[in-house]
């Protein structure tokens, strides 16, 4: 195990698979006491089962995130209580992605995609903030997405929300950077798990075609960037938004 987050807290939304489990696990692995948070009791519980037996220190706390802000709130009184009083570092990561077309999306799609991905997190924000600044200070890192920058077809609801969080990302960082909290934002790109031995390539490796990196990324890769963001390394880091896309809309892409 690591040492960058030891004696820290920490709580993860959206922690009980993928990006937001790589994450938690991560953050474990250096040293930090972790909340796995999510709607799946049973993956919750698997992730923080895991955790322990590698020697981290995790529990897992249900939440709905669905965008109201008592919802937001509560979670954020249960993850204070959990963690001995405080939390040192938020991570903004539960989203959900429909991908219907601008003119098939209804107004209950649209609500339920910006009330998870945006509404969700600034009130949690909100709620965590404060005592982060009376406790003398803290981090948030909200996940954005590369196609916040780089349109793609069907992605306007949902690359909408995350440019919404990269936005605020910039805010905050301009808003709590004076209380102590350091606000950034980590980007992903194209984010799959590893592919099992024989299975056929991701339609994703496509997009990924004459990029630096020329394939698609794992969880590992941005939870490695949240680790130093959350991390004192980054000390200096505020308002930023770290693309961890191999490359995608930084640099041009060479057709194949």
Known sequence: MGERLRNKTALVTGSTSNIGQAIAEAFAAEGAHVI?????????????????????????????????????????????AA?????????????????PGTTDTDEATFDRVYGVNVKAPFFLTAAVVPAMADAGGGVVVNLGSWIA?????????????????????????AEFGPLGVRVNAVSPGVILPPAAEGEEPHPGEVMMKGTPAG??????????????????????????????????????????
């Open 149 to 173: 920058r780089l349109g793609v077809p069907l992605g306007a609801l949902y690359s909408s929300t995350k440019g919404a969080m990269e936005t605020l990302t910039r805010a905050w960082a």
């Open 83 to 99: 963690l001995g009083g405080r939390i040192d570092v938020l991570v903004n990561n539960a989203g959900v992605y429909p991908a």
């Open 215 to 256: 394939t698609v990324g794992t969880p590992d890769a941005v939870a490695h960037a949240v680790v130093w963001l959350a991390s004192d390394e980054a000390a200096f880091v505020h308002g930023t938004v770290v693309d961890v896309d191999g490359g995608r809309t930084g640099v041009a892409v060479v057709a194949a």
């Open 36 to 80: 796995v948070s999510g709607r799946n009791h049973a993956r919750g519980t698997e992730v923080v089962e895991g955790i322990r037996a590698r020697g981290g220190r995790a529990d897992f706390l249900p939440a709905d995130l669905d965008g109201g802000a008592q919802a937001s709130r509560d979670l954020a009184e249960r993850a204070r």
